[in-house]
């Protein structure tokens, strides 16, 4: 099983950035792609980005290309999103996520869950 836990999570005016990190333990992080979850109050959770084992090949969703950035630090089991011209509609709750594989496009390719980090976007 992989155990994590997110940070970084906060409040912030539209336009602002803010950086999210997920610790991760446990032997399959080492073969699993990572990825990034939201669900905002009354929505499904939502597909935000993956990214592959080992690196690269980072994947987003739609609304999120061009201001979102999904990284990893394998030696330090940990994964980042930066998350840059922020809007209210990106308000909701941030999880991180270890996939299934070493490839993760879709919520159905991830397994285990964070606890998730609270985001709001203020206008």
Not at 37 to 43: E, L
């Amino acid at each position: 099983q992989v155990q994590l836990v997110e940070s970084g999570g906060g409040l912030v005016q539209a336009g602002g950035s803010l950086r999210l990190s997920c610790a991760a333990s446990g032997r399959t992080f080492s073969v699993y792609a990572m990825g990034w979850i939201r669900q905002a109050p009354g929505k499904e959770r939502e597909f935000v980005a993956a990214i592959s084992w080992p690196g690269g090949s980072p994947y987003y969703a739609d609304s999120v290309k061009g201001r979102f950035t999904i990284s990893r630090d394998n030696a330090k089991n940990t994964v980042y999103l930066q998350m840059n011209s922020l809007k209210p509609e990106d308000t909701g709750v941030y999880y991180c996520a270890a996939g299934r594989g070493n490839r993760a496009q879709t919520l159905a390719d991830f397994g285990s869950w964070g606890q998730g980090t609270h985001v709001t976007v203020s206008s």
